[in-house]
Every structure is written in structure tokens, then in C-alpha cells.
């Protein structure tokens, strides 16, 4: 089997001497685009997933939305086969039109029944070199994708001094948060496992099954904004970014944080999370939300709990919060230093609930 270049030679020969002059540009256009092609089947005869393509779907994953033309990926075997399928419609949304999925008549529906509708691909046709599609991890892809974008949103924010909506944000505050981003960025970049969970808590809140970004870059706006919010927060509570079972921020020890730039549960608000337990974190930083009221644990003397029940065992209590209401957005348009003020008294008063919890709770 020739090599793809020496494919590519003698077809564009053939073009050149043998097609007509009517047809020739329409064929070479035609032969273009074919090299932009990838199929995706089952091997009837070893029972495997291969590709055929003139170049392998892990390259293109690995550009992304930095391709400098559209690649299309045309599958021939079901989601079901395709242990990354998910993920492989999340790189194509990421990708931002650079990435066409298209399916074969056989599998369409079962596609379509999973993730909406796709573009007809045509019968397998590619004469190509076939290759194990193997596991081209494109979780790790995505969420490489993912960190590029909010980069490049994040300093779009800093040289524009503003954020929308947030709005306007101190030069110094900012000076700050690309500080903490650089910092924050090469962990993530080294870490893989952290750059995932910290990445899909930045998108989502319902975590009750992992719910990474889901590559709809209309949220990008809003992930950003959580960047920016939670890494100001730093300069007045050292956060780290971690892998956590209900948040992605580290800090204080044992403490866990969340912040997030998702905007709903579902069809709900974030505001009908009312309990410290409906969270379960000790920090929420939110930048989609303006409007969340997280009430003292139930179980107290004071609303009527039973006494000898409430001194039995510490419960969680309110979580620190900043999100984006009219005070927090004004306090980023302030001094760095009163930023840094409001953030340690949030903490304070956090830590101050949790030493009257600890003392109730042994008494």
C-alpha cells in the first residue's frame, strides 16, 4: 500500500493529466478534502475499531479549535462501541465548526438518540492506511482545549480591564489574578487528574455522576468570570486548585471550596440550594449567581431541635460565599487592598462558625 504522500503525488498527477479542463479544479478541490476525511469503523475481521485517514484523529484532537481547516471524522460504529464517544462530541463542539462529526445510515440513530442530530456520512470509502483507533484519550484533549480558551478569554479580560457582566475590574486586582492564573495554569497543564476535576466543577454544579464541559462555548464567558473571581479571592485566602468529591479548590488544610461559573441545577437556580449539606463545601465562589442564600444548619435550640440530639455530632455550617451580586462586582472595581479585606473577613466569619460548631458540639 502506497504511503499517503506518494498517494497524494499520484493522484494530483493523474488530475493533472487526465481530467478534462472543466473538471480538473472541481477534482482537485474534491481530492482535498478528501485528505480531511477520517473514517471510523469496526473491523469485521479482528473485531476492532480502526481509522483510516491521512492523519489520525488524536492529531486533530490535539489542535482542536487551532485547526487551520475543518476536519471531518465519519463514523461508521456506534456510541456504544466507542468507549470516548461522549468525549469525541465534546472535542468537535469544542473545536468550534473545525470538527464535523458525521455518521454512517447504520448507526445514525443510535447517535442521534444519545447526542442530537449529525450529518450523513457517506459508505466507507477511503483507500488509506488502517490504524487501531485505540484510545486517543480525548478527555485529556478536551480539557487541554478548554484551559487554552480560558487563557485566552482571561487575558482578553485583563487587557480590557473589564469582564462581562461583571464590568469594570482594578488594575491591580487583575494584576493579581494573572499572577495567581500563571501559577495555577502550569499546575493544571502538569496534572491531568486536577486539570479534569477542577475544569468540570468550573462548568457544572451537578456532580452526582462526573459532568465534565460539555464543549458549548457559550459558557466560556461565565467559566472565565469564575477564574477571575476565585483568583482574586487568593489574594486574600490561599486557594489551590485539587481534585475533590464536592469542589476544586483546596484550601485552609482540609477545607474544600467550590467555584463555579454554572448558572443552574438542571431547570433551577443555584438559589434553591438553601442548606449547608446541599452544597457541601466550605467556600462557594460563584460568578454566575448573585442571588444564593445559604441558611445556618437545622437542628438548633434555637429553631427548635432537640437539645440532646444537636450536641451529639459538629454539622456543617454555612460556607463562606462570594458571588456576583452588587457588592462583591463593586469590590472588584476597588482598592486591592479592600478586596483583600472583604475576602479575609468572609473566611474569618467562616471560621468563626466553624469554632462555635466544634465548641457546641463538645460541650
Known amino acids: 500500500m502506497l504511503d499517503d504522500a506518494t498517494y497524494d503525488l499520484f493522484e494530483n498527477l493523474k488530475i493533472a493529466r487526465l481530467a478534462s479542463t472543466t473538471s480538473k479544479q472541481q477534482l482537485l478541490t474534491a481530492a482535498e478534502q478528501s485528505r480531511r476525511v477520517i473514517e471510523v469503523a469496526l ?30 471524522i465519519d463514523l461508521h460504529v456506534g456510541p456504544a462501541v466507542l468507549p470516548d464517544s ?20 447504520d448507526v445514525r440513530a443510535a447517535w442521534e438518540s444519545s447526542f442530537g442530530p449529525f450529518s450523513a456520512a457517506p459508505a466507507p470509502s477511503s483507500i488509506r492506511s488502517v490504524v487501531d483507533y485505540g484510545d486517543p484519550n480525548l478527555k485529556s484533549y478536551v480539557d487541554a482545549a478548554l484551559l487554552r480558551l480560558l487563557d485566552e478569554k482571561l487575558q482578553e479580560a485583563i487587557s480590557s480591564g473589564a469582564a462581562t457582566p461583571i464590568g469594570a475590574i ?10 495567581t492564573w500563571l501559577d495555577w495554569k502550569a499546575k493544571l497543564e502538569t496534572h491531568p487528574k486536577v486539570r479534569h476535576d477542577f475544569l468540570r466543577w ?6 452526582q455522576v462526573a459532568r465534565p464541559w460539555d464543549g458549548d462555548h457559550a459558557s466560556l464567558q461565565r467559566m472565565t468570570n469564575a477564574l477571575i473571581m476565585t483568583a482574586a479571592a487568593h489574594a486574600g485566602e490561599p486557594l489551590d486548585p485539587c481534585s475533590a468529591a464536592t469542589g476544586n479548590l483546596g484550601f485552609a488544610t482540609s477545607a474544600v471550596g467550590l467555584g463555579t461559573g454554572c448558572e443552574a441545577i438542571g431547570s433551577e437556580s443555584l438559589s434553591v440550594r ?3 449539606d446541599d452544597w457541601d463545601v466550605d467556600a462557594l465562589i460563584l460568578s454566575a449567581a448573585s ?21 451529639k455530632t459538629a454539622r456543617r455550617v454555612r460556607p463562606a460565599i462570594i458571588q ?21 473577613r468572609e473566611f474569618a466569619s467562616w471560621r468563626q462558625r466553624q469554632d462555635d460548631e466544634a465548641k457546641r458540639a463538645s460541650e
Do not use: F
Open 43 to 72: 473491523d469485521p475481521a479482528a473485531h476492532i475499531v480502526i481509522e483510516r485517514g491521512c492523519r489520525r484523529v488524536s492529531d486533530i484532537a490535539d489542535e482542536c479549535e487551532r485547526l487551520p481547516e475543518r476536519y471531518t
Open 86 to 105: 461522549a468525549d469525541l462530541v465534546r472535542l468537535a463542539r469544542c473545536s468550534a465548526g473545525r470538527i464535523e462529526l458525521r455518521t454512517g445510515a
Open 170 to 179: 482594578s488594575p491591580a486586582i487583575l494584576s493579581h489574578v494573572q499572577s
Open 202 to 207: 468550573l462548568a457544572n454544579v451537578d456532580q
Open 274 to 276: 438553601t442548606m449547608p
Open 291 to 311: 442571588d444564593v442564600v445559604v441558611d445556618d444548619p437545622l437542628g438548633t435550640i434555637m429553631d427548635g431541635g432537640d437539645p440532646a440530639d444537636s450536641i
Open 324 to 344: 456576583a451580586d452588587r457588592k462583591w462586582k463593586d469590590r472588584l472595581r476597588g482598592p486591592l487592598p479592600d478586596w483583600k479585606a472583604a475576602v479575609v
